[in-house]
C-alpha cells in the first residue's frame, strides 16, 4: 500500500470492530474516533446510539497500544494548541 499512496497515507494499525460510533440517524461520529485513538476526552456523547461501542473501541486501542509498547498520555499544552490551530490560516 505504501507504495501507491505513500507512507503518509500507511496507517500505523487498523483494528476491526463490531459496529462504530454512530449517531441515531446512522452517521459516524469520526471525532470520537480521533478522539479514542489520541486519548483524549469524549466531549458530548449525547447523539450515541450505543455508547457502549466507544468504550469497545477504546478497550482494542489501548490493548493495541499496550502491545506495542506505547504508554497512554495526556497531550502536552503546545499539542494541544498545535491541534487547536490546526487548518485556521496564520
Known sequence: MAEKIGRFGRPKTVIFTDDLPKTRSG???????????????????????????VEEIRHHVQAEKSARGEVPRELSEQEKAEIAAYGHAE
Request: charged share 35%; proline share 4%; aromatic share 0%.
Open 27 to 53: 452517521k459516524i461520529m469520526r471525532r470520537l474516533l480521533r478522539d479514542v485513538a489520541e486519548n483524549r476526552p469524549l466531549g458530548d456523547t449525547t447523539t450515541l446510539a450505543d455508547a457502549t461501542v
